[in-house]
């Protein structure tokens, strides 16, 4: 089992930036693909960015790509997600998930362990 706790989460202003963090529990967290994923209110959760297990492969959103940056440390058992020129739009629970390293990254049904969300506010 895989225990993944999100924080780092709050309210700012757009154009502001603000750090996610995943930390794992558990089972060997350098094995599996690990990914952000979020959800605004009456919506569907979508993918935001992945990181696969050695760290060198990086997928983003067309949404996000160019402002968030995903990172990983194997060695602390984290993820990041650096969120930077942030707008309304990102306005959601952020969720970090953990899943088939040879999965498809944007893909929710890849990732078997999720953590329980942070919010994250932007204000206009």
């Known amino acids: 089992q895989l225990e993944l706790v999100e924080s780092g989460g709050g309210v700012v202003q757009a154009g502001d930036s603000l750090r996610l963090s995943c930390t794992a529990s558990g089972r060997s967290f350098r094995r599996y693909l690990l990914g952000w994923f979020r959800q605004a209110p009456g919506k569907d959760r979508e993918f935001v960015a992945a990181v696969s297990s050695s760290g060198d492969s990086t997928s983003y959103a067309d949404s996000v790509k160019g402002r968030f940056t995903i990172s990983r440390d194997n060695a602390k058992d984290t993820m990041l997600l650096q969120m930077n020129l942030t707008k309304p739009e990102d306005t959601a629970v952020y969720y970090c998930?953990?899943?088939?390293?040879?999965?498809?990254?944007?893909?929710?049904?890849?990732?078997?362990?999720w953590g329980q969300g942070t919010q994250v506010t932007v204000s206009s």
């Open positions: 998930a953990a899943g088939n390293p040879s999965g498809q990254p944007t893909e929710l049904y890849e990732y078997a362990y």
